[in-house]
């Protein structure tokens, strides 16, 4: 299928990239990490405004923030109401933007903004994988150029992020595929799983949010990082593992 979820590994359904390293023999187990909220404290918001402030003279910064900042109240009230389409909207101010410009301030936003706010007990937590022979994945709803530096960073086997078409050299702000939020999470990650040969029942999930919980109630080994209330509810009444990472 054209567009799709990007990672680094063969082609499925969704249409993962092929990776920088093959695996070989498919491990028996993963863990699937949510990005924003869960390895670090971002969110799409505050990459976008990293980068277009970025690309704007210091003396018209400013006045771009003024007039943006009202839009965040839009955004809030839209995110309440349903987040797949706060993505798909949000996404849209990308329109025009140069693709190989942002794929390069990706790297600068986490060397500069990011890196600093990876959780050190995620990172922790990955090694620990790590040396269980774990497959590492990321899912997220954050787009796949700008997750690629963190999977990067942290040596990551696998990232489930979505696209953005593009059009002569620019991002047009539309997503090649539905958001990958809530039950698309967790179809993806069974499609990654049957692909592989991963057992989901010896897997894990880490999310943070209500919109994870597809994905955690798919894997046999949900974990839970810094809930609200809802999601902390679900996992007291469910037993699931919980942490504050901070």
């Known amino acids: 299928m054209e567009g799709g979820y990007t990672g680094r590994h063969a082609n499925i359904q969704i249409r993962l990239t092929e990776p920088q390293g093959n695996i070989k023999k498919p491990k028996k187990a993963a863990a699937f990490f949510d990005v924003d909220g869960t390895l670090l404290k971002s969110t799409i918001v505050h990459y976008y405004i990293w980068m277009r402030s970025a690309q704007t003279p210091f003396l018209l910064k400013h006045l771009w923030l003024v007039g943006f900042l009202p839009k965040i109240?839009?955004?809030l009230i839209l995110d309440s109401i349903s987040r797949p389409r706060f993505n798909q909207v949000f996404y849209r101010n990308y329109r025009g933007m140069d693709v190989s410009e942002l794929k390069g301030l990706s790297t600068e936003?986490?060397?500069?903004?990011l890196r600093p706010k990876i959780f050190p007990?995620?990172?922790?937590?990955?090694?620990e994988h790590k040396e269980q022979g774990i497959t590492i994945v990321l899912v997220t709803g954050s787009l796949d150029f700008i997750v690629q530096p963190i999977?990067?960073?942290?040596?990551?086997?696998?990232?489930?992020?979505?696209?953005?078409?593009?059009?002569?050299?620019?991002?047009t702000g539309e997503l090649?595929?539905?958001?990958?939020?809530?039950?698309?999470?967790?179809?993806?990650?069974q499609a990654y799983a049957e692909q592989y040969g991963i057992s989901l029942e010896e897997s894990y999930a880490y999310g943070d949010s209500q919109s994870d919980l597809p994905m955690l109630e798919c894997v046999g080994n949900p974990v839970v990082v810094n809930p609200g209330k809802a999601l902390r509810e679900k996992a007291l009444a469910s037993g699931w593992?919980?942490?504050?990472w901070l």
């Not at 595929?177 to 993806?188: F, N």
């Open 109 to 113: 936003m986490f060397e500069a903004y």
């Open 73 to 75: 109240v839009y955004y």
């Open 151 to 171: 999977a990067d960073y942290l040596a990551i086997d696998s990232v489930l992020a979505p696209q953005l078409h593009e059009q002569n050299g620019q991002f």
């Open 121 to 127: 007990a995620a990172m922790s937590q990955i090694q």
């Open 176 to 189: 090649t595929t539905v958001p990958l939020i809530g039950e698309e999470k967790a179809k993806a990650v």
């Open 241 to 244: 593992e919980m942490h504050e």
